[in-house]
């Protein structure tokens, strides 16, 4: 399990990996590492393409990211979902919510 990130050239997109599962084990450094950037950031992408399994923290999680936003769900997006936390993320509503690629 692990959440790794790194911003673009300019600091502008902050790319956030999550890896294995995506529970509450990873809230706080999910937290540190989307507070602990500064506000040069106008877009947060969430690669989930190595992530297995999320659960309602996770959920809870992104809620978190995307009012670091400003609500603004073209500055969030979630990339690389297997069809389970795909699905996962359809039942909470949450393609309404995120932009989902």
Do not use: C, P, W
């Not at 502008?12 to 890896?19: G, R």
């Not at 877009?43 to 923290?57: I, K, P």
């Not at 073209?74 to 393609?95: G, H, M, P, S, W």
């Amino acid at each position: 399990m692990a959440v790794t990130s790194r911003l673009n050239n300019d600091g502008t997109e902050l790319t956030i990996n999550i890896e294995g599962r995506f529970d509450f084990s990873q809230h706080q450094v999910f937290r540190s590492t989307i507070e602990g950037n500064g506000e040069r950031v106008r877009t947060f992408v969430v690669d989930l393409g190595r992530s297995e399994y999320m659960d309602s923290a996770a959920l809870g999680m992104l809620l978190l990211l995307l009012d670091k936003a400003g609500g603004n769900r073209e500055r969030v997006k979630i990339v690389n979902a297997n069809k389970d936390v795909r699905k996962i993320l359809e039942i909470a509503n949450f393609d309404k919510l995120f932009t989902l690629q």
